[in-house]
């Protein structure tokens, strides 16, 4: 079971299915709608130091909020700074793999899921 946890829907597309085209239809094989709650990264400010006059805030990175705990069978379908912070711990974990575009350029789907190692 591949579970959708970023705040949009997953469009998948077939291999052939060109890029520059606003139809959303041509070449769709699935649609992963997302979870009720999207995993996000969150971070932990540590401290605020100044350069040159501007401050600047050390954070830490790589807690992730809305998460659930591995389950047998499952994948989460999650944000690629989701899946890079947690990809040392985490192997349940996917990505959008191969975006498709639109005529302006904007990602509407993919052709397949990614897991970063």
Do not use: F, W
Not at 28 to 34: A, G, H, Q, S
Not at 56 to 66: P, S
Not at 82 to 94: F, N, T
């Amino acid at each position: 079971m591949i579970l959708n946890l970023t705040p949009h829907p997953i469009r998948l597309y077939n291999d052939d299915r060109p890029d520059g085209i606003d139809d959303l239809e041509p070449g769709l094989r699935l649609v992963i709608e997302p979870e009720p709650k999207p995993a996000r990264l969150g971070v932990m400010p540590l401290s605020t130091e100044y350069r040159d006059g501007i401050p600047v805030e050390l954070v830490q990175y790589g807690h992730a909020l809305g998460l659930p705990r591995r389950a047998e069978g499952v994948s989460y379908v999650v944000s690629l700074p989701v899946a890079l912070a947690l990809a040392p711990r985490r192997s349940d974990l996917l990505v959008p793999y191969r975006e498709v575009r639109n005529a302006s350029g904007t990602v509407i789907g993919c052709r397949q899921l990614a897991q970063p190692v």
